[in-house]
């Protein structure tokens, strides 16, 4: 048996082997209380889409703030603010699929530009909101990514993003993938450390 906590719902979830009972899991939850309550008191607390949330895009804090100017587009960052336009009740949703688009066409365009560096050609790219990993290269050439890397620093994008190209030519974790990972971003050691610390924190948003 084993519990895993899910940052981005604040929730636990229970995993039972194949013939272990209800009752067991219960036992077996009960018995790890503290551990649960010490796991979910160190998780950053929620930041929901909102007016005056402060919500980093690219690495930098950004102020949501509603408006009515139907001149202008419905969502709109700049100046170190994500513009939404339009009802109170559609902010949230507004941000997020205006921050899913961001990501997919800048995802898209640094990882063409990576792998033509290495004379590859990327078939497809698409994000999604997954929770183990940042990013997935499939032998097909098939590139994914969490959208949530979007509050991520630049220099941690462009590691993700040469992670998963290197995958092109390399379908392991050799010396060689390596090689291609820091020949396409630089240091890699610096942006694999910050995800590793900040990883419940890009789960937090939204």
């Given at each position: 048996m084993?519990?895993?906590?899910?940052?981005?719902t604040?929730?636990?979830e229970?995993?039972?082997p194949r013939?272990?009972?209800?009752?067991?899991?219960?036992?077996?939850v009960?018995?790890?209380?503290?551990?649960?309550?010490a796991r979910?008191?160190?998780?950053p607390?929620?930041?929901?889409?909102?007016e005056?949330?402060?919500?980093?895009?690219?690495?930098?804090p950004?102020?949501?703030?509603?408006?009515?100017?139907?001149?202008?587009?419905?969502?709109?960052?700049?100046?170190?603010?994500i513009?939404?336009?339009?009802?109170?009740?559609?902010?949230?949703?507004?941000?997020?699929?205006h921050?899913?688009?961001?990501?997919?066409?800048?995802?898209?365009?640094?990882?063409?530009?990576?792998?033509?560096?290495?004379?590859?050609?990327?078939?497809?790219?698409?994000?999604?909101?997954?929770?183990?990993?940042?990013?997935?290269?499939s032998?097909?050439?098939n590139?994914s990514?969490?959208?949530?890397?979007?509050?991520?620093?630049?220099?941690?994008?462009?590691?993700?993003?040469?992670?998963?190209?290197a995958?092109?030519?390399?379908?392991?974790?050799?010396?060689r993938?390596?090689?291609?990972?820091?020949?396409?971003?630089g240091?890699?050691?610096?942006?694999?450390?910050?995800l590793?610390?900040?990883?419940n924190?890009?789960?937090?948003?939204?």
């Open positions: 084993s519990l895993r906590v899910d940052a981005a604040r929730t636990i229970l995993i039972l013939g272990a009972g209800a009752e067991q899991g219960v036992r077996f009960n018995a790890h209380r503290g551990w649960i309550a979910l008191d160190a998780l607390m929620p930041i929901r889409f909102e005056g949330a402060i919500v980093p895009v690219f690495g930098r950004h102020r949501i703030c509603h408006h009515q100017d139907r001149a202008g587009p419905p969502v709109a960052v700049a100046d170190g603010e513009r939404v336009r339009g009802a109170p009740e559609f902010v949230a949703r507004r941000v997020r699929d921050l899913i688009s961001l990501a997919r066409r800048e995802f898209t365009l640094r990882a063409r530009a990576c792998a033509a560096r290495l004379g590859r050609t990327v078939a497809r790219v698409a994000v999604r909101d997954t929770k183990s990993r940042w990013g997935s290269c032998s097909s050439g590139l990514f969490s959208w949530r890397l979007v509050f991520a620093p630049e220099a941690v994008i462009d590691y993700v993003v040469a992670h998963e190209v995958h092109l030519a390399e379908m392991n974790h050799g010396p993938f390596w090689g291609l990972v820091a020949a396409l971003a240091d890699h050691a610096g942006p694999r450390a910050w590793k610390r900040y990883r924190r890009l789960l937090s948003y939204g």
